[in-house]
T-cell receptor
Framework: GESVGLHLPTLSVQEGDNSIINCAYS??????FIWYKQESGKGPQFIID?????DKRQGQRVTVLLNKTVKHLSLQIAATQPGDSAVYFC????????????FGAGTRLFVKA | DVKVTQSSRYLVKRTGEKVFLECVQD?????MFWYRQDPGLGLRLIYF???????EKGDIPEGYSVSREKKERFSLILESASTNQTSMYLC????????????FGQGTRLTVV
């Protein structure tokens, strides 16, 4: 069935280090992928997206990599800061006529000062 | 800025009550979604709607129904609340065209006692 999962439920990194959060998806028909950040007490917030015809996209301090061969998505955060501490979700969007979006379970990122 | 507003931040309801969760977005988005979020399970899609009066079941529609009479408003209805529906409920909206991340409300924490 459709599912999006994460390899690690928690990740702890030192401030200033780079973070890598991984995600596996199972639906080969998914054509668009998104990473969201959710801080405590708030709804998820869009970080970066990537289309299925791309393998890499860069934003400000964040990079998303897509490997369709193994159905794997990763989010890289450069120079991780305390404000990056949050739960990160990957999501896949499938065009069913209304762009159904399915989320993974999430990874909690802890940034140690 | 896009604003997605959920009518309540916290709700406490009794088992068997009919519960309405309201969501309003102000950006004329075609797509609207209801998710529930539980620890360790991430966001699970309950229902989504891609147009007025149009709806599609998500992964866990049982025990829920939805209503979209106007484009800006998407309501989630718990016909007869049960304790296993205690959760955080998140509403989201998204434009109909192109690849855009969804915009989320702040969430409604529902407790059924």
């Amino acid at each position: 069935g459709e599912s999006v999962g994460l390899h690690l439920p928690t990740l702890s990194v030192q401030e200033g280090d780079n973070s890598i959060i991984n995600c596996a998806y199972s639906n080969s028909a998914s054509d668009y992928f998104i990473w969201y950040k959710q801080e405590s007490g708030k709804g998820p917030q869009f970080i970066i997206d990537i289309r299925s015809n791309m393998d890499k996209r860069q934003g400000q301090r964040v990079t998303v990599l897509l490997n369709k061969t193994v159905k794997h998505l990763s989010l890289q955060i450069a120079a991780t800061q305390p404000g990056d501490s949050a739960v990160y979700f990957c999501a896949e969007t499938i065009n069913t006529g209304g762009f159904k979006t399915i989320f993974g379970a999430g990874t909690r990122l802890f940034v140690k000062a | 800025d896009v604003k997605v507003t959920q009518s309540s931040r916290y709700l406490v309801k009794r088992t068997g009550e009919k519960v309405f969760l309201e969501c309003v977005q102000d950006m004329d988005h075609e797509n609207m979604f209801w998710y529930r979020q539980d620890p360790g399970l991430g966001l699970r899609l309950i229902y989504f709607s891609y147009d007025v009066k149009m709806k599609e079941k998500g992964d866990i529609p049982e025990g829920y129904s939805v209503s979209r009479e106007k484009k800006e408003r998407f309501s989630l209805i718990l016909e007869s609340a049960s304790t296993n529906q205690t959760s955080m409920y998140l509403c989201a909206s998204k434009p109909g065209q192109g690849e855009w991340g969804a915009f989320f409300g702040q969430g409604t924490r529902l407790t059924v006692v």
